[in-house]
């Protein structure tokens, strides 16, 4: 079946710093890709859908400056987290949409910010 | 707009038991309904999917019909296991075409030896 590969699958870093996530489909091409916030034994917040070579469209209430997503080929999304501050510290989980497989999920990036 | 209400957890069961987490939904369209299983520190795992009226998904075990006249999902199993311990979520897409999916609050089942 389709495999979506994420990574890091854990980051710490300091206030301040970006962190950049990445999201590949590693055997299909993905026209759609999508990220989400999950806080702790919360359901999944969608932040973002980002088509291939289109700007992200983002979620009210989701800061498209701080939250960057770039959706560069058919295969690669990347989330950069910039100037990251401790309450940006949470689970971060990619999808993407493939014809054949439909909505296939990353293993998710933990996010520690210290 | 699209909603997707599921039962709050959590589910605690004996092995074995009978299990049956609710899920009901309102959407614009007609949608197609799925169940994913989520592991401590992972991502989601399709379990199970439905595109249309009285279809019915299956597997590992796990099965749910779609049922428009009630706009329910609901998801069973006849005897769980242990391994089975973890968060389900309910979701839907309208259209399964790439469109967002729409989840529901989840629910932990915490299976006992």
Sequence with gaps: ?114 | GDSVTQMEGPVTLSEEAFLTINCTYTATGYPSLFWYVQYPGEGLQLLLKATKADDKGSNKGFEATYRKETTSFHLEKGSVQVSDSAVYFCALSVNNAGNMLTFGGGTRLMVKP
């Excluded at chain 1, 990220?35 to 979620?59: C, D, H, I, V």
């Design chain 1, 1 to 114: 079946g389709a495999v979506v590969s994420q990574h890091p699958s854990w980051v710490i870093c300091k206030s301040g710093t970006s962190v950049k996530i990445e999201c590949r489909s590693l055997d299909f091409q993905a026209t759609t890709m999508f990220w989400y916030r999950q806080f702790p034994k919360q359901s999944l917040m969608l932040m973002a859908t980002s088509n291939e070579g289109s700007k992200a469209t983002y979620e009210q209430g989701v800061e498209k400056d701080k939250f960057l997503i770039n959706h560069a080929s058919l295969t690669l999304s990347t989330l950069t987290v910039t100037s990251a501050h401790p309450e940006d510290s949470s689970f971060y989980i990619c999808s993407a949409f493939g014809q054949k497989d439909g909505y296939t999920f990353g293993s998710g990036t933990r996010l520690t910010v210290v």
